[in-house]
């Protein structure tokens, strides 16, 4: 049985994961904007090793591990600050959520180192255990964990004020 085209095989991959890619680079940079431009440089690197991501155990976990690396690579090289501005986000349909806490959270994971960021997404959104964690990162498992323990105690100190203001509200 022959084999489907190259392209074709990418471009159905494509159609079916680019919103799962956007979601995962929205997740790790906080902005639709740069979320849709980190998953099209995802795209054009995994279009370009295609032939190895078609073959490998999971193409999603090869997809992932280069959307990480983009978005990694676009924050060491200080491009980011100078290219991204602030935009009003884009409409998505989203499941109904308790919105301040929604804000409360994407704000203070904004406010999170990148690879503390990178790894509270791929454990906690993605699912990942430590050593799948650890793999796409390019680091040990101690490394993961270390950083997401980081990572949640200072999501817990950025977060903890808007809980204690609202649980002092609700005592009065």
């Known amino acids: 049985m022959a084999k489907p085209d190259r392209d074709a095989e990418f471009t159905e991959y494509l159609k079916a994961r680019s919103a ?3 979601r995962v680079g929205y997740l790790l940079c906080g902005d639709w904007h740069r979320a849709d ?3 099209q440089n995802a795209a054009v690197r995994l279009y370009r090793h295609w032939s190895r991501a078609s073959r ?15 978005y990694l ?3 060491q090289s200080g ?12 409409e998505r349909e989203t499941p ?3 919105a301040d806490a929604s804000l409360d959270l994407r704000e203070a994971l904004a406010r999170l180192a990148p690879r503390q960021r990178a790894t ?13 964690a650890a793999e796409v990162l390019g680091c040990s498992p101690g490394t993961v964990k270390s950083q997401t ?18 649980l002092e509200g609700i005592t009065r």
């Open 96 to 98: 109904a959520l308790d």
């Open 79 to 90: 491009w980011s600050r100078f290219t991204f501005l602030h935009r009003d986000p884009i």
């Open 37 to 39: 431009d980190l998953a």
């Open 20 to 22: 799962w890619l956007a």
């Open 120 to 132: 509270v997404v791929l454990r906690y959104y993605c699912d990942l255990s430590v050593e799948e």
């Open 73 to 75: 690579d676009e924050q």
């Open 149 to 166: 323990a980081r990572a949640l105690a200072r999501l817990r100190v950025l977060l903890a004020p808007r809980a204690a203001i609202e």
């Open 56 to 70: 490998a155990d999971s193409v999603d976990a090869y997809a992932r591990r280069i959307l990480v690396n983009v």
